[in-house]
DNA sequence: ACCTACATATAGACAGCCTACATGTAGACT
DNA sequence: AGTCTACATGTAGGCTGTCTATATGTAGGT
């Protein structure tokens, strides 16, 4: 996956793993590696700053907690986090449905199509 | 439309619209604007640089012309270009069926449904 | 002692999209 | 003559977010 395809699109990513439950960091990393199927195996030090700017924005707030000797920093999404998947979604399928049909096979054509022709 | 949103898909974009045949860069940009249906609408600054960098590549051959008094420089896809737009087309497919999957709402429960629900 | 998995964090590199600006022609309107 | 819009290309510099690399530390297995 090319690292840049994600620009934009990380925090949708993260907002949504952490929709049904909190979770922290590295769970988040798991959980996007589970969702995709393997595909989406994103590095530490590209998820800790954007879970840390999600929250400074009011999407996420974060708790420590002890487990097992280790501490976790876990996030949960807030109100305004809620209503900014909502919005993330609608525009990811807005932004799908536009690159998809610009990056169709001759896209221009099909509305002059007259006869079928290999 | 989200600027970052575009990072790292450009290229197949611009790929996209030369395929069918050769356009100079203000072309390029209308015919982006009408097969999106008004809905990406990418700056000069944006548009020039990246052609450039794509000739540099080796995806693009450009030549110059002058119509109407006007000079233009036409870029054409070449056959590593046509390659590309490709491998820009199938990355395209699996990024978008990757990233719709994870936002999906209520995506991890799918394969723990019982009963219908809604 | 060493390795792996778990867990968080930061610094700095890198790349590409954007804003803003510079330059110039053609044609319409006043 | 002056002004405006559309057409047409181009560069400089800013911005920002993702990545690589590194640092730190616990727990548990061999």
Redesign the interface.
């Known amino acids: 996956?090319?690292?840049?395809?994600?620009?934009?699109?990380m925090d949708?990513?993260l907002l949504?793993?952490l929709?049904?439950e909190p979770l922290h960091g590295y769970a988040i990393i798991e959980?996007?590696l589970e969702?995709?199927?393997g595909?989406?195996n994103v590095p530490t030090g590209t998820v800790y700053p954007a879970l840390r700017r999600l929250e400074r924005i009011g999407y996420l707030s974060s708790e420590w907690a002890t487990v097992g000797g280790r501490k976790r920093r876990t996030y949960r999404l807030t109100d305004s986090g809620r209503k900014r998947l909502e919005g993330?979604?609608s525009?990811?399928q807005?932004?799908?449905t536009?690159?998809?049909?610009?990056?169709r096979?001759?896209?221009?054509?099909v509305s002059s199509v007259r006869a079928a022709d290999g």
């Open positions: 996956m090319n690292p840049d395809a994600l620009r934009g699109h949708a990513l949504s793993v929709e049904r959980a996007l969702r995709s199927g595909a989406l993330e979604r525009a990811w807005e932004f799908a536009v690159i998809g049909g610009v990056l096979p001759e896209a221009a054509e």
